[in-house]
């Protein structure tokens, strides 16, 4: 799931890297360079982006999804607990 949701980000620095790249094609010198290398940075930063969602979860890391999950587990364990002590003071 969390490489479903790394796929918009990456796809988002991919798309702006290469448009800093094609812009710093058509002008000269410093500028160029100066536009190459945030370019190249950004399709770094895209495809880190996409190994991360592919492989976090293999390294324990959670989606997006993962603490929310994680959270109603709880919040059920809290509602069973509350009506079982509701229970007992109907009881007595």
Request: net charge negative; charged share 15%.
């Amino acid at each position: 799931m969390s490489f479903l949701f790394s796929l918009l980000p990456a796809t988002f620095f991919v798309v702006i890297g290469y448009f800093v790249i094609y812009s710093s094609a058509k002008s000269e010198g410093g500028v160029k360079r100066f536009g190459q290398v945030p370019g190249a940075w950004l399709l770094f930063l895209g495809g880190v982006t996409v190994l991360a969602g592919a492989l976090g979860p293999m390294f324990g890391l959670q989606g997006p999804m993962g603490g929310m999950s994680e959270h109603m587990s709880r919040m059920e364990t809290m509602e069973e607990e509350q009506l079982a002590i509701l229970r007992e003071l109907q009881g007595d």
